[in-house]
């Protein structure tokens, strides 16, 4: 429309939208054919009934089946028990969807009616003509000709859960304390493994560095591991090397033989939840993660001078070895990474300690 055809609203009239009334009623095929009612009935309750051969057919999939099969779709490779599982559960759905639909469509009442519309409150009245309403509607709903359609549809609905729980594996094992020494808590450095840079894989000499450097550094014994496992132990394991001017940090004395010259390794995870950081200010000896702002101040054993993190960076004890290269004098002393509910934090590191 263009500027010329508008009119101003104060010369506009109003005029009543006319009813439009109701469309003529098109009666259903399964209405005008009883038979061809029949036929859909059957035809839902067969799909509701195909939904707990899916659950069962995920769970079998999610147990038995190797883990570590590909194959190739469409020039994709998609590892196969992901593939079966996300067709199992997704056809599961898909058919209690598409027959809760024809239920709708074909099954319940049919009856076209037109309402007045009512002011918002509701009386007394309108309330008993709702709660007759909602029978009708459950008599017209067709279940109480066919209750098995309800059982059905509830049972497929219902059986759903089994997936749901049985998923809930891959949260890991149950953190028992054994289980958490062995996982959580435990990295793979040990006395003797040397630090090697994380590009070139090279190991890393006090001398290599200058002051005011920080380099991002591994352990040599990553490379003795493959695939996922490799992957855990790197995401636990990375930790960042800086060297400072000794004289310019507070070193305490239950610490001193963890660093040479001035050359500290501290965990590159983040205690907050677990961002890796390495954004380092080489004047105020502060590392910031990037995720939330915490920083640290690896000039006095990692401790939080801002942000939510709410524990020291876990330091890792460092020395020399026989041919002058870093390495590592034990595991960390501390778990690495983000705060657990079991997590024993007397041991963490505070401003002032020894
Ligand atoms: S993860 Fe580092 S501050 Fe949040």
Known sequence: MSHDTLIPASQATTAAIPDPGLGEHVERFTDADPAAGNRVYRSILFKFALVPVLAIAFVVVYFAMDKTAWVEVLGTRFLLQHLLLGVTLGLAILLIGIGAVEWARYI????????????LATSPADREV???????????????????LLSAALGGVGILAVP???????????????????????????????????????????????VGQLVNAEPATLFDLAGADQQVAR???????????????????SRKDWQVGGVLSYSKICTHVGCPISLWEQTTHHLLCPCHQST????????????PAARSLPQLPIAVDSEGYLVARSDFTVPVGPSYFERDSTKDYQDGDK
Do not use: Q
Request: proline share 7%; net charge neutral; hydrophobic share 40%.
């Open 296 to 307: 640290f101040d690896l000039g006095n054993s990692g401790v939080v001078v801002f942000g």
């Open 130 to 148: 709702l709660s007759k309403k909602f029978a009708a509607g459950v008599a017209d709903s067709g279940v109480k000709r066919r209750p098995l």
């Open 108 to 119: 319940m009442n049919d009856e076209e009616v037109a309402e007045e519309r009512h002011t």
């Open 164 to 210: 749901v729980v049985v998923s809930l594996a891959d949260l890991g094992p149950w953190p028992t304390d054994a289980t958490r020494k062995k996982t959580l808590e435990k990295t793979i450095w040990a006395p003797g493994v040397r630090l090697v840079n994380d590009i070139n894989k090279l190991p890393i000499k006090p001398g290599d560095l200058e």
């Open 235 to 253: 995401a636990k394991a990375a930790i960042i090397v800086v060297k400072m001017d000794p004289d310019t940090i507070k070193i305490p004395d």
